[in-house]
């Protein structure tokens, strides 16, 4: 079992940044794939990024690339997303996930933090 809680969301004018953070509990965080997903109002939610347990690769989705950077620290059982050059079209509330299979479905990641608001308006 994991337990996921995300922080660091906001409001942000476009062109800022943002570092999200997600602690995990449990002593199996260095097992997991995990990832962040976001879903705007109205919208489904889509996968933002990704890391392998090691921490040796990662992908992004092709709206990010470039701009957010994710990685994760095993000492601190914790994932980062360093968002920069936010847009408007960059709101959505963030969901941090842990998983076993590096992929970018959402069906399959197995533990969901709450979400953490991210607004980019002026």
């Known amino acids: 079992q994991v337990q996921l809680v995300e922080s660091g969301g906001g409001l942000v004018q476009p062109g800022g940044s943002l570092r999200l953070s997600c602690a995990a509990s449990g002593r199996t965080f260095n097992t997991y794939v995990m990832a962040w997903f976001r879903q705007a109002p109205g919208k489904e939610r889509e996968f933002v990024a990704s890391?392998?347990?090691?921490?040796?690769?990662?992908r992004s989705a092709d709206s990010v690339k470039g701009r957010f950077t994710i990685s994760r620290d095993g000492a601190q059982n914790t994932v980062y997303l360093q968002m920069n050059s936010l847009k408007p079209e960059d709101t959505a509330v963030y969901y941090c996930?842990?998983?076993?299979?590096?992929?970018?479905?959402?069906?399959?990641?197995?533990?969901w933090g709450q979400g953490t608001q991210v607004t980019v308006s002026s």
């Open positions: 890391i392998t347990s090691s921490g040796k690769n990662t």
């Open positions: 996930a842990a998983g076993v299979t590096w992929g970018i479905r959402s069906t399959g990641y197995d533990y």
